[in-house]
């Protein structure tokens, strides 16, 4: 699975982006797709993900309530959608595809268990 990340920029905070990941290859729906991004000079820390049916998601609670993230298997793309940005949020967002279970928080978070990444897209909030 090849993934690529797109709509990343720059917004004021208290704006909103969509991100993208399209993914290659005919079995995108039996794939767990997560976001992770990584700050300046930090590590980095997971932020949403998603089951392969898209019925499941979990969230870091830092973007709890402002972040939505989906995913359309007939597109082989996953999205998320970042309301009420803050400058903090800045950072490089990097999606991921794993193919592991149980799908539940503890899991999901663990970047490990994800197989390919995307090569990341910058988000900038100015304040």
């Known amino acids: 699975v090849q993934l690529q990340a797109s709509g990343g920029g720059l917004v004021q905070a208290g704006g909103s982006l969509r991100l993208s990941c399209a993914a290659s290859?005919?079995?995108?729906?039996?794939?767990?797709m997560g976001w992770f991004r990584q700050a300046p000079g930090k590590e980095r820390e997971f932020v949403a993900a998603i089951n392969g049916n898209g019925r499941s998601t979990y969230y870091a609670d830092s973007v709890k309530g402002r972040f939505t993230i989906s995913r359309d298997n007939t597109k082989n793309t996953e999205y998320l959608q970042m309301n009420r940005l803050k400058p903090e949020d800045t950072a490089v967002y990097y999606c991921a595809a794993g193919q592991f279970t149980p799908f539940k928080i503890t899991v999901v978070m663990v970047q490990i268990f994800y197989s390919f990444w995307g090569q990341g897209t910058l988000v900038t909030v100015s304040s």
């Open positions: 290859g005919r079995t995108f729906s039996t794939y767990n």
